[in-house]
């Protein structure tokens, strides 16, 4: 099967890397097993802002499976075992239920780059996510990775974004 290749000449390195490793598992596939990922191939600056979500078919939701440190500390709060819907703000959390749906239904990894969210004072960040499909036949999506790398500037004005102390 013919297999889109993602533009990652806007990805920050560790993006890029993750990704570079998720085609690897791929091979030929429409997308790897979550059984052949190993965290020790990714960067160790990087697990820390990763998330991984299962998706359930049935009722179409996303239950946060990891859930990374530097998330917490930026976001204020651990969603490991919650549904993405338990997310706040909850534009956000439409706009994740969003594009996690998309992924599961295309089966495609997404480099997602969204600037269109600004703190309480106003202030505008852009942030990056890379979105990427596993699937435990192969063909059906059963977990998303995401990872969100940030400029080291805007942490705190994402940090206010989501009301957390510094």
């Known amino acids: 099967m013919e297999h889109p290749v993602l533009d990652t000449s806007q990805m920050s390195d560790g993006l890029r890397r993750v990704y570079d490793y998720w085609q690897q598992l791929r091979g030929e596939k429409q997308m790897p097993q979550w059984s ?13 802002w990763c998330v991984v979500v299962d998706v359930t078919q049935d009722s179409l939701d996303f239950i946060y499976r990891f859930w990374g440190t530097a998330r ?3 976001q204020g709060k651990d969603y490991t075992g919650l549904s993405i819907r338990d ?4 534009e956000l959390s439409r706009k994740i239920f969003d594009e996690y749906s998309m992924i ?5 990894p997404v480099h997602f780059v969204t600037t269109d969210f600004s703190d309480a004072d106003g202030k505008k960040f852009e942030y990056h996510f890379l979105r990427i499909p596993f699937g435990g036949d192969g063909q059906h999506v059963t977990q998303i990775l995401a ?3 940030h400029e080291e500037m805007d942490i705190k004005i994402i940090q206010n974004f989501f009301e957390t102390p510094s």
Not at 36 to 48: G, K, R
Not at 87 to 90: G, I, L, S
Not at 104 to 108: D, N, R
């Open 36 to 48: 052949a990922f190993d965290w020790m191939e990714l960067p160790v600056d990087v697990i820390p």
């Open 104 to 108: 599961a239904e295309k089966g495609l």
């Open 72 to 74: 917490t500390a930026l």
């Open 147 to 149: 990872v969100g790398m």
């Open 87 to 90: 997310v706040t703000p909850n």
